[in-house]
């Protein structure tokens, strides 16, 4: 028996005999009567499904093989790594964290391919999306591949018409339910979402509409509006399935994601009336959601239920069960995944409702001042925001070291990266911290209010003056060092260096070493003078951190309900809090947190428990804490799991391996 592969290519032989073969056949039964398209592409398709199943039949018209070919039975098989226009890509799990940290809509998600370049390998020029929506990158501005996602259903309708006096008999034949169909030019893009409608009417497979497989075609919206503005009698917006975005590949991207070390991706070939069954059987639990009455939770989570099971249906044709689908990871990690996806639809899917968020019904924090030395941490339990966009922040603690009119600048003080410098030959290394997205540099020149400037987390970024701690430590001697400073220089502006140092040690700061933070505890101080007093024994390494990023909260008057800043994260957000600390409890968190270790696959648990431990320590009482995790367990586990993940894949770089369970 020929393998599937081998099948596959034996198809691409005979496919053009057997449609002569077919052709002819028919020609002498109808008087020379050509096939539809659509019934064409019917018999090349189910053709091959049946090579697939049953091996090479003859070319012979009175085998049974070609006729059995054109029967319109269904069909499925995984054509696996061919990928053509028509294609099913349906999504499998893996261990790989960006799938609850990125993008979390392509969790077991149905694709259906739309276009596919002429050379795959070189792509196409991207000519549609703008710049700021293309990820940076290699072959970044080219496509190979186009799809659109067939689940992700939202409660969101359009309406064609702004038009008042439209009767409800006009009102609802230019009504259109919507769906998610990609990240680009979506629903939520800048530069406007692109909506595509699919449709099974044949006869309009002409230049308006472009043919995908069987009856199935595409268009754009405006012209499914005129169609149906044109002949009401006979067009109606249920003959259509909308989209809002489309998702894309460049060159050799989806060949790595389909690749035997990834396996992210099972490519079918599937009958045109499968997928548009599945497409009715979603639609239908939409409109149920749209005219009920129910919550918004349940909205959205019938709306990704009925999503899930188009998934699993796809994987059920070929044989698959979720089980085996879903076998590479830990049911702890599946959780994790499920969870992050629910989020991302309850954000997503539903729209005009209730903020989730108001879980943390508080009227705002505008009495405590934000100002250099000021403490702030997350709330929680997290707003959604927090958990699909801004993971880093989750559970953290931040001093806030600048609050200007353009901006708030802050420092994450809990995480410890995979790096270190070695102060002092007798003592451990100092880790490294990540105080935020932006790196201190392009923080110092401003750089950072540059139009595309996007900190990737690269694993090849080294800053000067560290390396990887697991390879080796940064020594003393290695940094810049300045012998002639002057001690009246105490600013931090314009210190050389790629690090932020920062120190609390109060002999010191009574002699004025540093540039206080407002009135704190706390004191910036240059890199060549922090060594100095290290070495020589007056500032010790418990009392010393320092940071090889920052965090900025930009402001403006269009930004937000309170003009951006820690601010908007705090009233506008409720995503943050500004905590007062006193010195007994600041030392307490400081010590803590100074004795979390360098981060390494081993120190990771540890390291957030003292995460967690230090934001407890900030909580008015123990009565709070036990509030705060009795109502809303799941969702600070959740956001525990999170950072864990975000530190996994962004700090230590090690997405992959790293077990993340829920």
């Not at 992700?152 to 006009?170: K, P, Q, V, Y």
């Not at 099971?309 to 994987?315: A, E, G, K, T, V």
């Not at 008057?557 to 007062?580: P, Y």
């Amino acid at each position: 028996m020929l393998t599937t592969a081998l099948l596959l290519f034996a198809f691409c032989v005979l496919a053009d005999a057997f449609v002569v073969s077919t052709t002819h056949h028919r020609c002498s039964e109808r008087s020379f009567t050509h096939l539809s398209a659509a019934e064409e592409e019917i018999d090349w398709r189910a053709f091959r499904a049946s090579l697939v199943q049953n091996g090479l039949p003859s070319l012979d018209n009175n085998s049974s093989g070609g006729s059995a070919a054109t029967t319109s039975n269904s069909y499925a098989h995984i054509t696996t790594p061919l990928v053509e226009v028509g294609s099913i890509l349906v999504s499998i799990p893996t261990t790989d964290l960006c799938q609850g940290l990125d993008q979390q809509y392509w969790h077991r998600s149905v694709v259906l391919i739309t276009e596919v370049a002429e050379n795959p390998a070189r792509g196409n020029t991207e000519q549609t999306v703008p710049d700021e929506e293309l990820a940076m990158g290699e072959k970044r501005g080219k496509w190979s591949y186009r799809g659109i996602m067939l689940n992700r259903h939202t409660n969101s309708m359009l309406f064609g018409s702004d038009d008042d006096t439209a009767t409800i008999e006009e009102y609802e034949c230019d009504t259109w339910t919507i769906q998610r169909g990609g990240d680009l030019l979506g629903l939520d893009s800048n530069s406007g979402t692109q909506f595509a409608c699919l449709h099974q009417f044949g006869q309009h497979s002409d230049a308006a509409s472009s043919k995908l497989i069987g009856n199935i075609s595409y268009t754009t919206l405006s012209i499914a509006q005129a169609l149906c503005n044109e002949n009401p009698t006979k067009y109606h917006p249920d003959d259509f399935m909308t989209f809002g975005g489309f998702c894309s590949w460049r060159p050799g991207q989806l060949e790595r994601e389909m690749g035997e070390d990834r396996a992210e991706w099972v490519v079918l070939s599937v009958d045109w009336q499968t997928i548009w069954d599945e497409l009715l059987l979603q639609r239908e639990k939409a409109t149920q959601v749209i005219a009920s009455d129910c919550v918004d939770q349940a909205q959205h989570e019938i709306l990704l239920n009925a999503g899930t099971n188009m998934w699993r249906h796809f994987l059920e044709k070929i044989g698959m069960q979720e089980e085996q689908a879903t076998s590479r990871l830990p049911a702890g990690q599946l959780g994790f995944y499920d969870s992050m996806l629910n989020v991302w639809a309850e954000e997503q899917l539903v729209r005009g409702g209730v903020n989730k968020d108001d879980d943390n019904d508080d009227d705002g924090d505008s009495s405590k001042p934000i100002r250099p030395g000021a403490i702030a941490r997350a709330k929680s339990p997290p707003t959604n925001d927090m958990l699909l966009y801004d993971a880093e922040f989750l559970r953290c603690t931040i001093l806030v070291l600048e609050e200007r009119e353009d901006c708030t600048v802050g420092v994450i003080l809990n995480h410890p990266m995979s790096a270190a410098i070695e102060c002092k030959e007798s003592e451990d290394p100092l880790p490294i911290r990540y105080g935020g997205p932006i790196d201190i540099e392009t923080w110092r020149d401003g750089s950072y209010r540059d139009e595309y400037y996007e900190d990737d987390d690269s694993d090849d970024e080294v800053y000067e003056g560290f390396m990887d701690y697991q390879n080796n430590e940064v020594n003393f001697e290695d940094l810049a060092f300045d012998d002639d400073v002057n001690d009246e220089d105490v600013g931090f502006e314009d210190d050389e260096s790629s690090f932020l140092w920062i120190h609390r040690s109060k002999p010191l700061g009574l002699k004025n070493v540093g540039t206080r933070l407002g009135s704190s505890k706390f004191w910036l101080i240059k890199e060549d003078e922090a060594l100095e007093h290290i070495q020589a024994g007056t500032l010790q390494l418990h009392d010393t951190m320092v940071f090889s990023s920052v965090s900025i909260w930009e402001k403006g008057a269009e930004l937000g309900q309170c003009g951006g800043g820690l601010r908007e994260q705090v009233d506008g957000l409720h995503s943050m809090e500004v905590v007062e600390v006193n010195d007994h409890q600041m030392d307490a968190v400081w010590q803590l947190l100074t004795k979390q270790n360098v981060l390494t696959k081993e120190s990771l648990d540890t390291n957030i428990d003292a995460t967690i431990k230090a934001w407890d320590m900030m909580s008015a009482d123990e009565g709070e804490i036990a509030q705060n995790h009795d109502r809303h367990t799941s969702k600070v586990r959740l956001a525990t799991a999170a950072l864990k993940a975000y530190l996994a894949r962004n700090l230590l770089g090690d997405p992959l391996n790293t077990l993340v369970e829920l």
